[in-house]
């Protein structure tokens, strides 16, 4: 475990700590979102149906990545706008495939919105290597890559934590 641990902070290393430079946007100017969930996650189809509407309804471009890390692949979302990564796409030490997740972090989105409700590192590596102006997360610990948290009484429930992000997204106001 110790070998392990070395080599993921040794991986994380090349992410400065700088602070960055977020970007409060409201709904209307975002033209381009990411997000990933980790499975299983409760209401993944409710979520991925929600975020399409939004999408549809404020004309923007939605990506998505989803991390299934069990036997067997189950309930993988098959879309040209998602990339599915499954265990064997992971080294030892939890290391995505580099040509396997590129599709989907070659993009620059203009918000970024982590659904996990647990640390795991894969998820923070990725996390951390995506270019957004905003990234949203819904939990805080030492190091995280998130612009903005929304932690929730109920950290299972995605389609509250998805709401909760369109009120806020929809109430800042940049026109001056």
Avoid: C, W
Avoid at 28 to 47: C, D, R
Avoid at 122 to 145: A, E, H, L, Q
Avoid at 151 to 173: G, H, P, R, T
Wanted: hydrophobic share 40%; no cysteine.
């Amino acid at each position: 475990m110790f070998l392990k641990d070395r080599y993921r902070k040794r991986a994380l290393s090349k992410f400065k700590l700088e602070t960055r430079d977020a970007k409060f946007l409201s709904i209307g100017e975002i033209k381009s979102m990411g997000y990933i969930i980790s499975l299983p996650q409760n209401n993944v189809s409710a979520i991925v149906k929600e975020l399409s509407a939004i999408a549809k309804e404020y004309d923007m471009d939605i990506f998505g990545l989803t991390i299934d890390m069990s036997k067997k692949l189950e309930g993988a979302i098959i879309s040209t706008k998602v990339t599915s990564l499954i265990r064997e796409d992971f080294n030892f030490y939890g290391l995505p495939d580099h040509l396997v997740m590129k599709p989907f972090v070659n993009k620059h989105y203009d918000l970024f919105i982590d659904f996990s409700s647990k640390y795991d590192f894969s998820t923070d590596y990725i996390s951390k290597y995506v270019d957004s102006r905003f990234k949203i997360g819904k939990f805080n610990y030492d190091g995280n890559p998130y612009d903005f948290i929304i932690e929730m009484k109920n950290i299972e429930d995605n389609v509250a934590f998805l709401k909760s992000i369109i009120q806020y997204l929809s109430s800042i106001n940049n026109h001056k």
